[in-house]
C-alpha cells in the first residue's frame, strides 16, 4: 500500500512564529513532492514544489525534502491568520499515472 | 492566463441519476486529472486523461467513467449515484500526462450531494 502520512492537527501557531508541517512517505522511488494549501470549502492551491534533497525557499515558505528519511516537511516562516488553512502533501508514486495525497494538516495561527 | 474551471458549482441528485461535470483546462495544459474528496480526506484519485486518452485510474468502480476533448477540456460521468458518491471533485490540468511529476493546478470543484 503506497501511503503519504501526515498528522491530522490541528496545529495551533501564534501570529509570527514558525509553522513546521510535516509528511512521510511509504514509496522509496518517489520523485516529486508537492504542498498544497486548502481553505475551508475550497480547492487546493499549489504552494510549493521539490524534487531534489535540501531546502527550496519561496518567500515565507521552505520545503525541505529528505529522500533517504522519506520525509518531507514545509515551514511557514511569519505565520499569519490567513495562513489558517489545511496543508495537503502530494506525492508522485512511481508507476502511477499522477499524486498521492495525505489527509492534510489543519494549521491555526492565532492573532 | 485562463486557470481551471469547472462546472457546476454545486448539484443535487438522488440515487440512481447519472450526473456529468466539466473542466476546462489551464491554458497550455494537455493533462487534465480528476479527484474526489470527501470531508475531512485528502484527494482520491479518479483517473487522468492526457492527448483524450485514460492515462491511469484509481480505485474506482466502471460507473465513472470520462472523456477528453481536442481542446483538452475534460468531463467526469458518474452513473448509478450513491450516497457515498456525495463529495468535491475537483479537476486538476498539468502539462506532460506522465509520471505526475509536472504541478498539476486545481479547478474551483463541483460539490456534488446525493439525497
Known amino acids: 500500500q503506497k501511503e503519504v502520512e501526515q498528522n491530522s492537527g490541528p496545529l495551533s501557531v501564534p501570529e509570527g512564529a514558525i509553522a513546521s508541517l510535516n509528511c512521510t512517505y511509504s514509496?522509496?522511488?518517489?520523485?516529486?513532492f508537492f504542498w498544497y494549501r486548502q481553505y475551508s470549502g475550497k480547492s487546493p492551491e499549489l504552494i510549493m514544489f521539490?524534487?531534489?534533497?535540501g531546502d527550496k525557499e519561496d518567500g515565507r515558505f521552505t520545503a525541505q525534502l529528505n529522500k533517504a528519511s522519506q520525509y518531507v516537511s514545509l515551514l511557514i516562516r511569519d505565520s499569519q491568520p490567513s495562513d489558517s488553512a489545511t496543508y495537503l502533501c502530494?506525492?508522485?508514486?512511481?508507476?502511477?499515472?499522477?499524486?498521492?495525497f495525505g489527509k492534510g494538516t489543519m494549521l491555526l495561527v492565532s492573532p | 492566463e485562463t486557470g481551471v474551471t469547472q462546472s457546476p458549482t454545486h448539484l443535487i441528485k438522488t440515487r440512481g441519476q447519472q450526473v456529468t461535470l466539466r473542466c476546462s483546462s489551464q491554458s497550455g495544459h494537455n493533462t487534465v486529472s480528476w479527484y474526489q474528496q470527501a470531508l475531512g480526506q485528502g484527494p482520491q484519485f479518479i483517473f487522468q486523461?492526457?492527448?483524450?486518452?485514460?492515462?491511469g485510474r484509481g480505485n474506482f468502480p466502471p460507473r465513472f467513467s470520462g472523456l477528453q476533448f481536442p481542446n483538452y477540456s475534460s468531463e467526469l460521468n458518474v452513473n448509478a449515484l450513491e450516497l457515498d458518491d456525495s463529495a468535491l471533485y475537483l479537476c486538476?490540468?498539468?502539462?506532460?500526462?506522465?509520471?505526475?511529476?509536472?504541478?498539476?493546478?486545481f479547478g474551483d470543484g463541483t460539490r456534488l450531494s446525493i439525497l
Open positions: 521539490i524534487y531534489s534533497n
Open positions: 486523461y492526457y492527448r483524450e486518452e485514460e492515462n
Open positions: 514509496d522509496r522511488g518517489s520523485q516529486s
Open positions: 502530494a506525492v508522485n508514486i512511481p508507476g502511477y499515472s499522477t499524486l498521492t
Open positions: 486538476a490540468s498539468s502539462l506532460g500526462g506522465y509520471g505526475g511529476n509536472q504541478p498539476q493546478h
